[in-house]
C-alpha cells in the first residue's frame, strides 16, 4: 500500500465513521506486524481512526498468523456463509485485483456484493503505476477507477473515486541503487525466464519508468 492511498482510505472512513460501520472486515489484511512495522502508516492513517480495533475491525486473510482474526478462502461456501452472518458494514479490499486473473477477479466482485451488509460500504483499492510486486502469484492487473468501476463494480454506487498520487517512481529508486540497475539490465536478456513478469516489466520500462508510483481507488455502497 501507498502511504498517500491510506491517507484517501482515512478520509472516506472518517466521513462515514457518525454511522458506526462496524464491524469492518479488512479482506488481505496480512499480519499485524506488516501493518504496524512494515508499513506502519497502515495502521496510523487506517486503523488507529478505530477507538476499540478488536471489537470493530476483522482482519481477514488465508495464512494463520499474529493480527489475523478470521482464516480462509471466500471461494469457499461455508467459509463465506460464515463471513456473511458476520454483516459486514464496511468492507476493505486493498491491492487484492492485482494478484487474480480476470475470472477471478469477478468471481470476487460478486462474493464482496454478497457478503457485503445492506447499505454497506465497500473501499476498493489497486496499484495503478507500480512496477511487479515479488509476489509469485502477480497477475500484473493494473487498471484506471473508471475501469474498475465499469467491468467489475457498476452494481454498486460509485460515492467518490481517485487516483492516488506519490513524488516517486521506479526511476527514481534506480537512481539511488546503481547495483539494481545492472540487475535490471540482465534480466532484459532472459525473456524466457518468468515470460509474463519480463513482458510487463517491458512494458513498464517503457511507458511508466519515470511516472510516479500510483494508486486506484474507489468508495462504493451497497445498492
Same mark, same amino acid.
Given at each position: 500500500?501507498?502511504?498517500?492511498?491510506?491517507?484517501?482510505?482515512?478520509?472516506?472512513?472518517?466521513?462515514?465513521?457518525?454511522?458506526?460501520?462496524?464491524?469492518?472486515?479488512?479482506?488481505?489484511?496480512?499480519?499485524? @506486524?506488516?501493518?504496524?512495522?512494515?508499513?506502519?502508516?497502515?495502521?496510523?492513517?487506517?486503523?488507529?481512526?478505530? +477507538?476499540?480495533? *478488536?471489537?470493530?475491525?476483522?482482519?481477514?486473510?488465508?495464512?494463520?498468523?499474529?493480527?489475523?482474526?478470521?482464516?480462509?478462502?471466500?471461494?469457499?461456501?461455508?467459509?463465506?456463509?460464515?463471513?456473511?452472518?458476520? #454483516?459486514?458494514?464496511?468492507?476493505?479490499?486493498?491491492?487484492?485485483?492485482?494478484?487474480?486473473? *480476470?475470472?477471478?477477479?469477478?468471481?470476487?466482485?460478486?462474493?464482496?456484493?454478497?457478503?457485503? @451488509?445492506? /447499505?454497506?460500504?465497500?473501499?476498493?483499492?489497486?496499484?495503478?503505476?507500480?512496477?511487479?510486486?515479488?509476489?509469485?502469484?502477480? @497477475?500484473?492487473?493494473? @487498471?484506471?477507477?473508471?475501469?474498475?468501476?465499469?467491468?467489475?463494480?457498476?452494481?454498486?454506487?460509485?460515492?467518490?473515486? /481517485?487516483?492516488?498520487?506519490?513524488?516517486?517512481?521506479?526511476? !527514481?529508486?534506480? !537512481?539511488? !541503487?546503481? !547495483?539494481?540497475?545492472?540487475?535490471?539490465?540482465?534480466?532484459?536478456?532472459?525473456?524466457?525466464?518468468?515470460?509474463?513478469?519480463?513482458?510487463?516489466?517491458? #512494458?513498464?520500462?517503457?511507458?511508466?519508468?519515470?511516472?510516479?508510483?500510483? +494508486?486506484?481507488?474507489?468508495?462504493?455502497? *451497497? #445498492?
Amino acid at each position: 500500500m501507498l502511504v498517500e492511498e491510506s491517507i484517501w482510505i482515512a478520509e472516506k472512513i472518517k466521513e462515514i465513521l457518525p454511522e458506526e460501520p462496524f464491524p469492518v472486515l479488512n479482506i488481505g489484511s496480512s499480519t499485524l @506486524a506488516y501493518r504496524t512495522e512494515k508499513q506502519p502508516f497502515i495502521q496510523n492513517n487506517i486503523f488507529n481512526l478505530f +477507538s476499540d480495533e *478488536k471489537k470493530q475491525v476483522i482482519h481477514l486473510d488465508m495464512k494463520r498468523d499474529d493480527g489475523i482474526d478470521l482464516v480462509g478462502d471466500l471461494s469457499d461456501e461455508n467459509f463465506r456463509r460464515l463471513v456473511k452472518e458476520l #454483516k459486514p458494514k464496511l468492507i476493505l479490499c486493498n491491492n487484492i485485483l492485482m494478484y487474480l486473473n *480476470k475470472n477471478t477477479r469477478k468471481e470476487l466482485s460478486k462474493i464482496l456484493f454478497e457478503i457485503l @451488509a445492506e /447499505n454497506g460500504y465497500l473501499i476498493i483499492t489497486n496499484s495503478l503505476v507500480f512496477p511487479p510486486s515479488p509476489d509469485p502469484v502477480e @497477475a500484473y492487473y493494473r @487498471a484506471t477507477p473508471e475501469k474498475i468501476y465499469k467491468s467489475l463494480f457498476d452494481n454498486f454506487y460509485l460515492i467518490d473515486q /481517485n487516483i492516488a498520487k506519490t513524488e516517486y517512481s521506479f526511476y !527514481k529508486f534506480l !537512481k539511488s !541503487k546503481p !547495483k539494481l540497475i545492472l540487475i535490471k539490465l540482465l534480466r532484459f536478456f532472459m525473456p524466457w525466464y518468468k515470460s509474463k513478469e519480463w513482458w510487463f516489466m517491458m #512494458k513498464y520500462y517503457l511507458f511508466d519508468l519515470k511516472k510516479n508510483y500510483s +494508486s486506484t481507488c474507489l468508495f462504493l455502497r *451497497k #445498492k
